[in-house]
């Protein structure tokens, strides 16, 4: 069965700093891996999508950016964080694109 | 780009009841998705709808994909205590890329 690990669950991070959040997926070859951003009271909102190693869209402008180095490894980074970084940061992927599989998420707090 | 609105923001109800949320959208969709988060966790998929007109059912959830293609139902039938959460409609226009609603906060009292 197919199964998606996400972490730190947690991480609080002075302003300035960088990140780096890692997701892995088990069982599956070649999926579509996304990161999403949930703000406190809010939906999701879509930061990054791949559809193969090394191809990565950008939805918004931003402080951020992602990597795929391998088929089933996406990463989300920064340089130097901001206070409006912080968040809910989901990975999630498909199969061909219908209904996502979340992980548990990264709760992240820029002080 | 495409926005989807979706309410009621939040609703209080009585264990028992029944409740129907909503999402509409300016533009159509082609796959409609309901999802439920449990508090710090991530969203797991409850209902995928994939034809206009689709009326789907999972248990006491049955969710409903609009004609028009710009709007989909979620109803939960006799509501208990572990349907708390929050419930997402997301829409698809093709395969890959979801635009998710705020979501609907549900609170159920036993």
């Known amino acids: 069965s197919q199964t998606i690990h996400q972490w730190p669950a947690t991480l609080v991070q002075p302003v300035g700093s960088p990140l780096s959040l890692e997701c892995t997926v088990e069982g599956t070859s070649n999926p579509n891996l996304y990161w999403y951003r949930q703000a406190a009271g809010r939906g999701l909102q879509l930061l990054f999508y791949?559809?193969?190693?090394?191809?990565i869209s950008s939805e918004v402008p931003q402080n951020l950016s992602a990597s795929r180095p391998q088929d089933r490894q996406f990463i989300l980074s920064s340089k130097k964080l901001l206070l409006s970084d912080s968040g809910f940061y989901l990975c999630a992927w498909s199969y061909q694109g219908y209904g996502y599989t979340f992980g548990s998420g990264t709760r992240l707090t820029v002080v | 780009g495409q926005q989807l609105n979706q309410s009621p923001q939040s609703m209080f109800i009585q264990e028992g009841e029944d409740v129907s949320m909503n999402c509409t959208s300016s533009?159509?969709?082609?796959?409609w998705l309901w999802y439920k988060q449990d508090p710090g966790e991530g969203p797991v998929l409850l209902i995928a709808?994939?034809?206009?007109?689709e009326l789907t059912s999972n248990g006491r959830l049955t969710a409903q994909f609009g004609i028009t293609r710009k709007d989909s139902f979620l109803n939960i039938s006799a509501s208990i205590p572990s349907d708390v959460g929050i419930y997402f409609c997301?829409?698809?226009?093709?395969?890959?890329?979801?635009?998710f609603g705020d979501g609907t906060t549900l609170t159920v009292k036993p």
């Open positions: 791949s559809v193969g190693i090394g191809q």
């Open positions: 709808l994939y034809k206009a007109g």
């Open positions: 533009s159509i969709f082609n796959t």
């Open positions: 997301a829409g698809q226009l093709k395969a890959g890329k979801s635009t």
